[in-house]
């Protein structure tokens, strides 16, 4: 067994890397998706590569996947009819929500809808208290009529989420197994299952959206498992978890909720694999795709992580306008800033750019696929940032005479030269990236100057340079392979499990030895996952977290623990709340003098690598012939204009090369853009290090 496969599916193109561990070479595709069916395109280019490559489908190893599609069937409200069963007098939990208006001064506000509507919504008798008591015991009979209602009323999926399950899951679990035998054909959610946590809005919405997603996801990962056996690779199938991690296919099939951010999570573990030794462990990844862009910072090596996010957002950027989800994702921000992004003129005759996309159907004007809206890409044509014939590595045809004209028709409703309305278009969605930059950076007490930019995706590199002017950012690092670098950052990531339970101890006064008890089964649970991966769970590292605060606060903090073992005696009291003070002061400077400490909530992360996972990536030393591919004219306002600019095959860049701007970078799949006054090296790991005009000198 010598391959591995990476397969990464976007709004726009979908990414497929075959690496061959036996030799180290890397073969690429990047094909439009089609969303119809998102696995004949996985078909499609796989095939190719089979051919393209000669290889011999039953020497791979393993295939990973990652897809926003899950996410996407959210925002577009394309999941299935999914009802709701829960404790008589809580049916109105999604409705109410938080009962704060996430725009304080707006009249006209509209909540963002829940997903299962009213009428979809039933109750049943049954009632366990905080302490996880039965305080009325259920009548499984009647969940099952409940259930026989909603199907009735054509639903094909039900979340069940009784108040407290997170306390004890006994009846939530009687319910949900009894309406799966009678209700086979039925996708069945318990919310113990997915969101084994306090709050019931937040456990309730994680259940409903798993549930929305559930058909679906599994329905799409029967096909693509299929489509790949037809191929005739017979490799175990991973899935690329919205924490960084791979889990197993049944794993997914049961919580695809889990998988909701899977694709922008393969771009930061990409970045943070690419950047590891040219970058000094501090990174801001880039991924700027047809669909969309998004931004992540990497510390230490390693991509920050968060355990609960907004998916679906009403208002980009705005606290509380989406659907709160409880799962453990790797902390980014997501803009609707792509290739795809469509350019127009608003109602006071100002130039936007986003966030509708062209997507791969129809597409950006020059795609030749009957776009005819302006777009981010046909604006970086017309600059002379691309090449119309090695677009896609020359495998799609472009049609400039197309993009001319959506711009045209832009310019004269503006009263603009085409050349400074393209232009526009890409300085506008280079200032929205750096905005969203900011504030991601920012949140987190940063300062984006301590940070080089890693940049990837297809539209990465093309935006990174004039992104990282705005940040004030001293280096740009593009990866070899850029535009294909998320799918090639499945193939390096662990196998990731994480579990979450409710405690609420107070370390002053409770049995910290609960706290080992529970941090035990969460790890066993876990572990139990690993081995159904088939991983050997020797090689696993275990994280211990736990959601604190000091007593009397309303929301808490995430805080990494000892390892443990843990007992009552005072000295491991008192090492757990120095471990939660210390991150207290790192975020909030200051702790307050002699209030008690609460662990809310106890997480594990268990992690173990998986088999093929030794990826090297390293520079040619030695190139055949000039990497100087031609000259063209591009657009550097910097430059006063149209600037003649130098333009280099990257494949004939050898390490200790070096490029002075202006300058263009060729590979298949994406084009790097080097501005006057800039300075590019070929470092040993086969990066390309950007220098910025201001710290050249």
Not at 605 to 621: F, I, M, Q, S, T
Not at 645 to 673: I, K, M, N, W
């Amino acid at each position: 067994m010598s391959y591995s496969l990476g397969i990464d599916i976007g709004g726009t193109f979908t990414d497929i890397v075959v690496y061959d561990h036996a030799h180290g070479r890397q073969l690429n595709r990047k094909v439009l998706t089609t969303h119809d069916d998102p696995a004949r395109a996985v078909a499609d280019g796989v095939a190719a590569l089979l051919r393209e490559g000669r290889l011999d489908p039953a020497r791979f190893a393993r295939v990973v996947h990652a897809t926003t599609l899950f996410t996407n069937a959210l925002i577009e409200r394309t999941g299935a009819r999914t009802g709701l069963i829960t404790t008589a007098g809580f049916a109105d939990t999604l409705e109410i929500g938080r009962e704060r208006k996430f725009e304080l001064y707006d009249l006209g506000i509209e909540k963002i809808a829940p997903l299962v509507p009213r009428d979809l919504r039933l109750e049943v008798r049954e009632r366990v208290g905080a302490d996880g008591r039965v305080r009325r015991k259920l009548d499984p009979r009647e969940a099952v009529a409940r259930a026989g209602r909603l199907v009735e009323a054509g639903v094909t999926s039900i979340a069940v989420v009784f108040l407290h399950a997170y306390a004890n899951p006994r009846q939530e679990a009687q319910a949900a197994r009894a309406i799966a035998r009678r209700f086979p054909r039925v996708a069945v959610t318990a919310s113990h299952e997915v969101a084994a946590e306090i709050r019931e809005y937040e456990r309730a919405s994680t259940a409903v959206a798993n549930a929305y997603v559930k058909p679906l996801a599994q329905r799409y990962l029967a096909l693509l498992a299929s489509r790949i056996a037809e191929a005739g690779i017979g490799a175990p199938l991973l899935l690329m978890l919205s924490s960084g991690g791979l889990t197993h296919v049944a794993e997914a099939r049961r919580a695809p909720v889990q998988m909701l951010e899977s694709g922008p999570a393969a771009g930061a573990i990409a970045a943070a694999f690419f950047g590891r030794e040219d970058s000094g462990g501090s990174l801001l990844a880039f991924d700027m795709g047809g669909t969309t862009a998004k931004l992540s910072l990497v510390d230490g090596g390693e991509p920050l992580t968060a355990y609960a996010f907004e998916a679906a957002r009403q208002r980009r950027f705005v606290e509380g306008s989406g659907l709160p989800i409880r799962i453990s994702t790797i902390e980014l921000i997501e803009i609707g800033a792509g290739g795809g992004s469509i350019a127009r003129v608003d109602e006071i005759g100002l130039l936007k750019v986003g966030p509708q996309s062209a997507g791969s159907q129809p597409g950006p004007a020059a795609y030749g696929l009957g776009g005819a809206e302006p777009t981010v890409t046909d604006a970086d044509f017309l600059l002379g940032y691309l090449n119309p014939d090695w677009f896609a590595g020359g495998t799609m045809r472009v049609d400039v005479r197309a993009a001319s004209a959506a711009v045209g028709r832009l310019a004269a409703r503006v009263g603009l030269e085409p050349t400074k309305v393209a232009w526009g278009i890409h300085d506008i969605v280079n200032e929205s990236m750096a905005s969203a930059a900011r504030v991601h950076v920012a949140e987190r007490g940063r300062d984006p100057r301590a940070y080089a930019l890693l940049c990837t995706g297809g539209a990465g590199p093309v935006h990174a340079w004039g992104v990282a002017k705005k940040l004030g950012l001293a280096r740009v690092i593009c990866p070899p392979s850029a535009g294909v670098a998320s799918a090639l950052g499945l193939l390096v990531a662990p196998a990731r499990v994480d579990r979450v339970a409710t405690v609420g101890i107070r370390l002053d006064r409770g049995k910290v030895s609960a706290l080992e008890d529970a941090f035990r089964r969460l790890e066993n649970e876990a572990r139990a996952v690993l081995a159904d991966t088939g991983l050997k769970l020797e090689t696993a590292t275990v994280r211990r977290l736990a959601d604190g605060r000091f007593l009397g606060q309303g929301f808490d903090l995430v805080v990494e623990l000892p390892a443990g073992p843990y007992d009552d005696g005072e000295p491991c009291r008192r090492a757990l709340v120095a471990a939660f003070e210390s991150a207290y002061r790192e975020k909030f400077a200051l702790t307050p003098p002699n209030v008690p400490v609460e662990f809310l909530n106890v997480r594990v992360a268990v992690r173990a690598p998986v088999a093929g996972a030794d990826v090297a990536v390293e520079g040619p030393r030695a190139a055949g012939g000039s990497a100087v591919k031609g000259r063209r004219r591009a657009w550097f306002p910097e430059a006063g204009g149209w600037a003649e600019t130098t333009v280099y095959d990257r494949a004939r860049l050898a390490v200790g090369e070096s490029l002075d701007g202006p300058a263009v970078v060729e590979e298949e799949g994406s084009t790097l853009v080097i501005g006057p006054g800039g300075r590019a090296r070929v470092a040993p790991s086969g990066n390309l290090i950007v220098m910025l005009a201001a710290a050249t000198t």
